[in-house]
């Protein structure tokens, strides 16, 4: 599903005619809201801040290094941001986050400035971007939104975990916990470009579309997603959930043609 620059949704999966969201889309503006971030330092930084919004740590064995002054794991080459985590061979302790894992690797992460915050006026977003992620054992790739004053809401639109299955994910669903779509895809580390559309249902909830390659692949009820901002954050975690022990050698996760747009009712 696309919504056209004159506001229409246009179907784009097996189901998706019984979205309920049209007559809002028709109704409303769409207007971009990021869009060629990636085109210079000067660019990236008006619109993404570097690590996570909490600071430095998260769930992994990687701790995040970047700055407008530091650009060894956060770089771009052209119009592309390249996230570099490399192992280290001293002690830096652990983790801040739970599960408190010990700090195995430097890395990096960036969150945009702008929040996705789903309500009446702005009644529906899509997120989408082009990545080349790796999926070897130990490395933990993601692409996703979080709840910025409270957790959940979280969705996953981009996430690997040692393997070459991209996890979907969106908690919290209509029954409290988790929804997950896996698909395999074919050389995670080659550019595939993934996609969530998301659409106010009712006065508290959201539907999320998740796409690979322009193709649907699952929709998820959000519960309580509405009126929630959310941050929208691309990170190269290791080790945690994606098992260990992690590769020695540096390990590269690349974006590209990062796109957010929402319909203004």
């Known amino acids: 599903m696309t919504l056209s620059r004159r506001g229409f949704l246009v179907a784009g999966g097996a189901g998706l005619a019984a979205l309920g969201t049209s007559r809002l889309a028709e109704a409303a503006t769409w207007e971009t809201v990021i869009n060629g971030s990636f085109a210079n330092y000067g660019t990236l930084e008006s619109v993404w801040n570097y690590r996570y919004p909490w600071g430095s740590d998260h769930n992994g064995t990687a701790r995040m290094y970047a700055s407008p002054t530091d650009h060894n794991h956060v770089y771009l080459e052209g119009s592309t941001l390249v996230i570099k985590a490399t192992r280290i061979n001293w002690n830096e302790g652990n983790s801040s986050a739970d599960p408190y894992l010990p700090i195995r690797y430097h890395s990096g992460a960036v969150h945009a400035k702008q929040h996705v915050l789903v309500n009446d006026q702005f009644p529906n977003w899509e997120v989408r971007g082009e990545f080349q992620a790796p999926s070897a054992r130990g490395t933990w790739p993601a692409f996703w939104l979080t709840g910025a004053n409270s957790w959940p809401p979280e969705s996953d639109i981009l996430e690997y975990k040692g393997d070459a299955r991209n996890w979907f994910n969106t908690y919290k669903n209509a029954s409290g916990g988790w929804s997950n779509t896996i698909r395999s895809v074919s050389s995670p580390g080659s550019w595939h470009t993934y996609r969530a559309w998301i659409a106010k249902v009712n006065a508290t909830d959201v539907d999320i579309h998740y796409y690979l390659d322009g193709t649907w692949v699952g929709q998820h009820r ?44």
């Open 222 to 265: 959000g519960a309580n997603f509405v009126g929630k901002p959310m941050w929208i954050i691309i990170n190269l975690q290791m080790e945690g959930s994606s098992g260990s022990s992690g590769p020695t050698s540096d390990t590269l996760y690349r974006a590209r043609n990062l796109y957010v747009g929402r319909t203004r009712a």
